[in-house]
């Protein structure tokens, strides 16, 4: 079964030919079903390789398959090889298989869209992509899918290209995400002059055995880095993904909330013993210092959002600035274990909006939301239980990833666990903000009768069994998600030793005096959730909380009027200010990179003014210039 | 009567081409009409040619003259195609200069 | 002064040495004068006849290649023209630029209505050019071929007589041309002075006996002209004007054997003359190299991305091609012939870069539709819809220019990153790879609108777009190398490898 892994990439990739080559015959909705299927056959392969790497000893836990040798490099040679061990598998697992839920639920959202077969025809290609991304035995094979999933998701952000603002979105997501490739390009050449190979073995056995001099090694772990910063929407480089949300909502969860943006993730532990062993002991702080700044700062912005997409859009950023703050704080199996909750409940959460707005006729202010829930109640119950990890509410998935990331946080240092309770908060707060500005509260939909008569009038519905089925099955794993790791004992802690061939060395222990504080740390986080939750609740449905239950407001009074004034007041302006800041000066910078480039261009194109003589002038000038360089040569000597 | 005549060395010669070629050279910068900057690329071509000439002088080597035969050659061959396409633009757009032809650009 | 006439004696010629250059020649002037003889017989026989003989000449080169590797090389005509694998490799790299685009240009040519035969000698005769460029050892010899080359190529430039565009392309590339070539000459000249020779292994032992005067200021300003000349062959800039200009004016086909053939030979003859003639002074022009490469790398990409004209945005792309390749030439100047990677790498982006800009100009060529002038980026949206085909093959050349891995491109671009960070030219690496990656901004904007945009408004009134067999044909064999490659580089980058052993004149010789 372990040499079937090839199968994996291979059965998406045959769905994305034969739609290419007859999509047009297939249709809707043959097509969707097609690409669900190829995606889905590939997730059970992806388990009977899961199963057979189970039976093995953890020793053997890595299996090589060798398709041919792709680029002999003197004595070396680059394989296009697949590289089948605990760490590509689990990411395997969900991308297969949040990827078919996806797919399942497109069917739906996509109904009736002219373009319907070209959309499975990219979303198959891109799950080819991600598929050798977390595969590749080597660079090379990972900077294949790298591209791909880049280039995916540029096609897909822009998929509704008529819309002027998915076209520049899409060129946003290009121009950063290859700042990132960049990095991986150079990160790249150098391992090949450090250790003669782009495979990961060398590399990462070099790092462990200190063969690899500690500059270059800091050298290759900060070029990842920038290639993880830019894939994974990291400051500075996350601006593009909540512009991606422009692309369709299936694409947002599956690219922009549970895959693509995994890989700088995937990367950095695929990688982990050049940063946590080879590199200088200052680098990993770099990453989880980015990392915790991402988490804060995108947080903070999600605070003030209104459109229903862009809080999860920041979200993301945010929980993917907590997964670097654990990789540079060395807990790889938290980052993994807090990638794939993530993908469990982002995703969930992506497709409940979709599912959202699927049934609002394509509205996605959340102001004119409201009461949702009775109307959508599956929607809206699954919604809720995302909003319950996510919060990180025990027993849910999400609270088990994010206590053990804060857990390592206050190991490597207090400020960096600090940062991330006050995200925690803030991310409890304005998740709760969403749920109840879309379920509670009163129904705000209907004010445009007024406007435009019964014909602007919202029915809003349950969605088709398609983009349910998807959604239920997605909170089921977000509510029983936090199983594979439980910090209960060593047996309970299922992912660490699974992932143990692959992260051991890299992973840091922790002191001995955090391991016994670790309850009252999971303590408080709980609170910290519980008091977001509050606040929100406080300060979103005030009224209805009167109304009710005046004794319990009257004893949180003070903590309410707090809370009121605060986000009333300071708090909405500098929440606003942030993202006011996010609009115009980050993104203006990287729209200034783009500009510059186009001022250069502007420049050299005065010198290609048509004019035969002008050219003749300046390669003249050119010669003489020439000239002057070799006369001086001959003087100097 | 003596005038003093200094006898013309190597360098005399080559500072002559050099001059005629930086004749050629500012001319193609200088002048519109294409055939007269064709006529300099031609000045440019003799400047080497008599830098061929003056260097298998002093060398005392054949080579050098012979190959300004080949530039001689070199240079017919040119004048026939440039000659054809000068004419076949200027009967298109009679009175032409190489500032008007300039559709392509940026 | 009389040299006396008894004391010449011709060099002996080893004409099956020649056999590819030979094959060409012949056929090209058998080809032009049945052609004048017979106007009545179809046109495409010529095309047929063009394709035939480079495939000729590219078997005997291949034959020649194996003799090569049992015999070793050697030097012919009196040490004036070189006959070993960096031949060899270039003759069949430029064999194959000859037949695709006369592949190409057959259908190009019926349906814009213009002559025939005529264009075929040509290109046979710039071929012929092209070759003795790779082949020579010889300065006067590289300029003959470089001029038998250009003048085919001005005409070339020039031969859509209906089209403006084209007149001004050949006017300028024949003005241009011709200047920059003056300096050249006076380059060869000036060496001839300061060296005694224009030979290049004569060059190379010059200064053997007394080392300091390599600092001749008259061989280092004919060393300065040298490079001008060639520079501005091979576009690099600031000698790039030209090639925009004449890339998008010249009709399509040509275009593509410009940036193909053309730019192999010249290339070609850039190795030969810096890195077997001129390895003494590579501390001189190693860092003017270096200069040169980072500007055509940035002026290539960065240009490029304000182009609405696809042909135009080609060309650029095409400049900033060049910037690698002489990243190439740079990391050779580090260790001169002996170097591991930089020619090898080079020689093989020039093989790969032939294939994928013919094939790149091909489907523009299809795209174009008659009178060759819909080549700007809107007539390119929807064409995924029109000819999904087309829009797949395009997809492939475009990506594999972008240097996406499992193209040929990677490959190309891979041999010659490499090859400047094991000469630790970490700074030119570095700015290469940004360069790519503003460059792939040109490829994914013509890809968004083949495969995004929907098609112009009034599209469907236009002329429909037509893939005649031949250049279909020629597509195919594009894609099918750029994929091959790709997918399987072994036996091409094992190949390159041989292009170092140059051949050396015998003691005595």
């Known amino acids: 079964m372990l040499d079937l892994v090839w199968l994996i990439p291979a059965l998406p990739l045959a769905g994305f030919l034969i739609i290419l080559v007859l999509g047009r015959r297939l249709g809707e909705p043959r097509s969707g079903y097609l690409a669900t299927l190829m995606t889905g056959t590939a997730f059970v392969v992806t388990v009977g390789v899961f199963i057979d790497l189970l039976s093995k000893t953890t020793e053997e836990r890595a299996h090589i398959k060798t398709i041919f040798t792709w680029l002999p490099v003197g004595n070396l040679k680059v394989d296009l090889a697949f590289l089948a061990d605990p760490l590509s598998i689990t990411m395997a697992l969900f991308v297969t298989g949040i990827g078919s839920l996806i797919h399942l639920y497109s069917i739906g959202y996509m109904h009736g869209d002219p373009k319907f077969s070209k959309f499975f025809l990219y979303l198959n290609l891109f799950v080819f992509s991600m598929l050798m991304l977390v595969l590749g035995e080597n660079m090379l094979v990972t900077f294949l899918g790298w591209e791909g999933v880049g280039t995916c998701s540029y096609l897909l952000i822009s998929f509704w290209h008529t819309r002027e603002s998915a076209a520049t979105a899409g060129k946003k997501a290009f121009v950063t995400n290859r700042v990132g490739d960049w990095g991986f390009m150079v990160a790249m050449f150098f391992t090949f002059q450090a250790v003669g190979s782009l495979s990961y073995a060398p590399l990462n056995e070099a790092a462990r055995s200190g063969s690899i001099a500690q500059s270059t090694a800091t050298v290759i772990a900060l070029m990842l880095f920038v290639g993880a910063v830019g894939k994974s929407a990291q400051l500075p480089l996350y601006l593009w993904l909540p512009d991606a949300m422009e692309g369709p909502t299936p694409v947002s969860a599956l690219i922009h909330a549970a895959t693509m943006v995994t890989a700088g993730v995937y990367l950095m532990v695929r990688t982990s013993p050049v940063l946590a062993i080879a590199a200088w002991h200052w680098a990993p702080w770099i990453v989880a210092g980015i990392g915790a700044a991402t988490a804060l700062y995108a947080a903070t912005i999600a605070v003030a959002q209104n459109d229903i997409k862009k809080v999860l859009a920041y979200s993301t950023v945010s929980q993917l600035g907590y997964m670097f703050l654990a990789v540079g704080s060395g807990a790889y199996v938290a980052a993994i274990f807090h990638m794939i909750t993530h993908a469990f409940f982002k995703a969930l959460l992506f497709l409940g909006s979709g599912s959202v707005i699927h049934g609002m006729n394509g509205e996605q202010d959340m102001r004119k939301m409201g009461a949702l829930r009775k109307l959508m109640p599956i929607t809206g119950f699954t919604f809720i239980i995302g909003w319950l990890a996510i919060a990180g509410v025990p027993p849910f998935a999400g609270f088990w990833s994010k206590d053990e990331i804060l857990l390592f946080a206050w190991d490597k240092s207090p400020i960096l666990w600090g940062v991330g309770l006050v995200t925690a908060l803030l991310t409890a707060y304005y998740m709760t903000r969403q749920v109840i500005m879309v379920f509670y509260g009163k129904a705000r939909w209907d004010d445009h009768a007024a406007e435009h008569g019964a014909h602007g009038d919202t029915h809003p519905h349950e969605s088709p069994w398609t983009m349910v089925t998807p959604l239920v099955v997605l909170a089921g794993l977000s509510v029983v998600g936090g199983a594979i790791q439980l910090p209960f004992s060593a047996t309970t802690k299922r992912l660490e030793s699974w992932l143990e061939p692959v992260i051991a060395t890299s992973e840091r222990p922790l002191k001995s005096g955090s391991e016994d504080i670790k309850w009252v740390l999971a303590g408080i986080a709980v609170l910290i959730g519980v008091a977001g939750i509050a606040g929100a609740y406080v300060v979103y449905s005030k009224k209805k909380v009167k109304a009710i239950e005046p004794a319990v407001l009257a004893n949180a009074w003070y903590y309410d009027k707090t809370v009121s004034d605060f986000m009333g007041g300071p708090g909405r302006k500098s929440f606003e200010f942030i993202a006011w800041f996010d609009q115009r000066i980050i993104d203006g910078a990287v729209n200034g990179a783009g500009r510059m480039v186009q001022g250069a261009a502007g420049v050299v194109r005065k010198g290609q003014s048509g004019l035969v003589r002008t050219y003749a002038a300046l390669i003249g000038l050119g010669a003489v210039l020439l000239i002057a360089w070799f006369v001086f040569r001959g003087v100097a000597q | 009567m003596v005038i003093a005549i200094a006898t013309p060395t190597t360098t005399w010669y080559l500072l002559l081409a050099a001059m005629l070629f930086s004749t050629g050279v500012v001319g193609v910068l200088v002048r519109r009409n294409p055939l007269v900057m064709f006529m300099c690329i031609e000045l440019m071509l003799n400047a080497v040619n008599l830098t061929f000439v003056a260097m298998a002088n002093k060398l005392g080597d054949i080579g050098g003259q012979t190959t300004v035969f080949f530039v001689m050659v070199v240079a017919a061959a040119e004048v026939v195609v440039g000659l054809g396409i000068i004419v076949s633009i200027l009967r298109r757009r009679p009175g032409a200069t190489a500032d008007d032809i300039a559709e392509l650009k940026g | ?509």
Not at chain 3, 8 to 13: E, G, L, M, R, V
Not at chain 3, 159 to 175: D, H, L, P, T, W
Not at chain 3, 292 to 301: P, R
Not at chain 3, 420 to 427: G, W
Request: charged share 10%.
């Open chain 3, 1 to 509: 002064m009389i040299v006396a006439a008894g004391t010449f004696t011709a060099p002996s010629i080893d004409w099956f040495a020649l056999a590819p250059l030979l094959v060409l020649l012949v056929g090209g002037l058998v080809l032009l004068v049945t052609a004048s003889f017979t106007p009545q017989w179809p046109k495409h026989l010529y095309a047929y006849a063009t394709v035939a003989l480079g495939l000729a000449a590219m078997v005997v080169a291949f034959v020649q290649w194996h003799a090569i590797t049992r015999d070793g090389p050697k030097l012919l005509v009196g040490n004036a023209v070189s006959y070993d694998h960096f031949s060899m490799f270039g003759i069949i790299t430029i064999c194959i630029g000859l037949s695709l685009s006369a592949m190409v240009t057959d259908d190009f040519l019926r349906r814009e209505g213009m002559e025939g035969p005529e264009i075929y000698g040509l290109y046979l005769m710039a071929a012929v050019g092209g070759i003795v460029m790779v082949m020579s050892n010889d300065l006067i010899v590289l300029f003959l071929g470089l001029e038998t080359l250009s003048i085919s190529l001005y005409v070339l430039a020039a031969s859509n007589r209906r089209r403006a565009e084209s007149q001004e392309a050949g006017i300028k590339y024949f003005v241009l041309g011709g200047f920059s070539s003056a300096f050249f000459l006076y380059g060869i000249a000036l060496i001839y002075g300061g060296t005694g020779s224009t030979n290049f292994n004569r060059i190379l032992t010059a200064f053997d006996s007394v080392p300091l005067q390599r600092k001749d200021s008259l061989v280092l300003v004919g060393v300065a002209l040298l490079l001008v000349g060639l520079g501005f062959k091979v576009s690099a800039a600031p000698f790039h004007f030209w090639a925009p200009d004449v890339y998008q004016g010249s009709p399509t086909p040509v275009t593509a054997f410009m940036a193909s053939v053309g730019k192999a030979a010249a290339f070609a003859a850039l190795f030969r003359v810096f890195v077997v003639a001129l390895p003494n002074w590579k501390d001189d022009w190693r860092p003017v190299v270096w200069v040169l490469a980072i500007l055509t790398l940035l002026v290539g990409s960065i240009s490029a991305v304000v182009q609405t004209n696809v042909k135009r945005m080609l060309a650029y792309s095409s400049i900033s091609h060049a910037g690698f390749i002489l990243i190439g030439l740079e990391a050779a100047g580090h260790s001169g012939a002996s170097t591991r990677s930089g020619m090898p790498s080079s020689m093989m982006y020039l093989m790969i870069y032939s294939v994928l800009v013919i094939g790149t100009f091909a489907v523009v060529a299809v795209v174009g539709r008659t009178g060759d002038g819909a080549t700007d980026l809107g007539s390119f949206r929807g064409l995924s819809r029109q000819k999904p085909w087309l829009a797949t093959a395009l997809t492939v050349f475009l990506l594999a220019q972008a240097g996406v891995p499992l193209t040929s491109g990677f490959i190309a671009k891979f041999g010659v990153i490499e090859a400047a960070v094991d000469e630790h030219s970490y700074a030119l690496a570095t700015i290469a790879m940004v360069s790519a990656v503003i460059g792939a901004f040109l490829y994914l904007r013509i890809l968004i609108s083949v495969w995004l945009a929907d098609a112009e408004v009034g599209d469907e009134k236009r002329e429909a777009m037509h893939i005649p067999i031949s250049t279909g044909a020629a597509i195919l064999l594009c894609v099918g190398f750029t994929i091959y490659v790709g997918v399987n580089p072994e036996w091409l980058i094992q190949a390159s490898d041989r292009v170092v052993l140059v051949a050396v004149p015998v003691v005595g010789g």
